[in-house]
């Protein structure tokens, strides 16, 4: 499902949007901005809200904290044209950073994030008149994942077994972790801490490869429609089997059970068949499966390598997919003997753009994070983290209900 100008997203427009960021990647283009619903009231000053600003040097007196929603969007990257109509229609594309100096061609200035920042440039320019402000590709999925999992309740689960698990992450013990950002390509990257990160690994072996080998076998014409065969599938079919290779035996000497995939696709040399006479739903489960495996394992070592326990996975391949994430997590248990953790997030396809949104800190916005935490603190009087409350699916759109500081 692509964004289309609905009447709830024309009503939307009517409220006041302020800062839009941008993550264009090889396959998708992802959109994070804010709609306000009112600005801050007096009662949220006697609350607290801006006590930080108040006793601040300088004060507060340049800041307003306005209440709304961090609205995420998706567009494929081929279809460009399709998202930059979007931003128009919304007049979305006003509200990035105004460089007051600036010749009046030059004044609209939005943060955008992904090799798309530098490839379309120029077509932003002259479509919608902005400059794209770059910021760094993996400083910004650091900093979208950092942001959800300290400032998001419900944000990272765990999903073994078709048991969906939320996780209470403790903000003095989130780090070190490895994020595994599944776009794409795959890029593994060792967080210590806000901005404190290095990227260790990374595999051209990842959405991108699961989605075009998977158009190119299937025929599906969506990514979407590939994934529902998958879930139709019998890997074993094409799959060669540790027990079809021992003869339905286990092979217990090195921990191999007579169901594991001795061979991805292996069964295909010696079955005999043409493309044709295998069931796409098989084919799409054995693909499926050999992504997410390869994923996992290389994962897991990396986490190993620098002896990580906890293991985030992002990325629009994910798609809160069941199959999926469980054949990641198993895979991770499994390699692991139960040490790893596979983690997965809610808004796992936009950290890049929310990192992007983020670095609008220094100039516009501040402290987000903190402002989120303490809206459910004032709300729920405890110390944890908002409930985000989204709205829709946010595998397509959907939105964050959250409280910002901006400056005037
Ligand atoms: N509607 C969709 N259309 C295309 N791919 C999709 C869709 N939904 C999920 N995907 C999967 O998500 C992947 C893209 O994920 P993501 O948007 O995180 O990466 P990207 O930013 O485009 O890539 P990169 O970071 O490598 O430049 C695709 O390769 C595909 O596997
Ligand atoms: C090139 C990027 C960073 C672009 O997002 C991504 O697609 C990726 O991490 N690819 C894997 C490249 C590699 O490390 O082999």
């Known amino acids: 499902m692509e964004a289309k100008l609905g009447e709830k997203e024309l009503k939307e427009c009517e409220n006041e949007v302020s800062h839009l960021a941008l993550d264009i990647g090889g396959t998708l283009i992802k959109i994070v901005y804010f709609s306000s619903n009112s600005s801050c009231s007096h009662d949220d000053q006697k609350n607290g809200l801006l006590k930080d600003r108040i006793d601040a040097p300088g004060g507060s007196l340049n800041y307003k904290v306005l209440t709304g929603r ?40 939005i943060k955008a994030t992904g090799g798309g920042a530098f490839k379309f440039a120029d077509l932003f320019k002259e479509k919608l008149g902005i400059i794209l402000d770059k910021v760094d590709e993996m400083s910004s ?19 073994m077994d078709g048991q969906k698990e939320y996780v209470q992450i403790d903000h003095k013990d989130l780090y070190p972790y490895l994020l595994v950002n599944v776009g794409s390509g795959v ?64 092979y217990t000497k090195i921990g191999l059970t007579s169901t594991t995939i001795a061979s991805s696709f292996g069964k295909a ?26 994923i ?7 986490a190993l390598r620098f002896g990580l326990k906890r293991i985030f996975f992002g990325g629009f391949f994910i798609r809160g997919h069941e199959y999926t994430m469980d054949t990641i997590s198993v895979g991770v248990h499994f390699w692991s003997k139960g040490e790893a953790k596979a ?11 929310l990192g992007a949104f983020m670095s609008y800190e220094k100039n516009g916005f501040t402290d987000v994070t903190r402002e989120v935490t303490e809206q459910q603190s004032s709300k729920a009087k405890n110390s944890g ?11 397509d759109n959907g939105c964050i209900e959250c409280r910002v500081q901006v400056r005037r």
């Open 70 to 109: 961090l609205h995420f969007v998706k567009f494929e990257t081929r279809k460009i044209n399709e998202c930059i109509k979007f931003i128009s229609s919304k007049h979305l594309h006003h509200y990035g950073d105004q460089d007051d100096g600036a010749p009046a061609s030059d004044k609209n200035i």
């Open 141 to 159: 999925l650091v900093a979208g994942a950092n942001f959800l999992l300290k400032a998001v309740h419900r944000e990272a689960f765990t999903y």
């Open 187 to 250: 890029s593994m990257i060792k967080v210590d801490g806000d901005n404190k990160f290095e990227r260790v690994s990374g595999t051209s072996v990842g959405g991108g490869t699961f989605w075009g080998l998977g158009k190119l076998l299937t025929k599906c014409k969506s990514f979407d429609e590939l994934l529902e065969l998958s879930r139709q599938g019998n890997n074993r079919v094409i799959d060669m089997l540790v027990g079809d290779i021992y003869g339905g035996m286990d």
């Open 269 to 294: 040399v010696s079955d005999n068949k043409e493309l044709d006479n295998y069931r796409a739903e098989d084919v799409a489960r054995s693909l499926l499966r050999m992504i997410s495996n390869n």
């Open 296 to 302: 996992g394992q290389i994962a897991y070592l990396n």
């Open 343 to 353: 983690l997965f997030l809610r808004h796992e396809g936009f950290l890049g753009a």
């Open 385 to 395: 983290p908002i409930d985000s409350s989204t709205r829709d699916d946010v595998k």
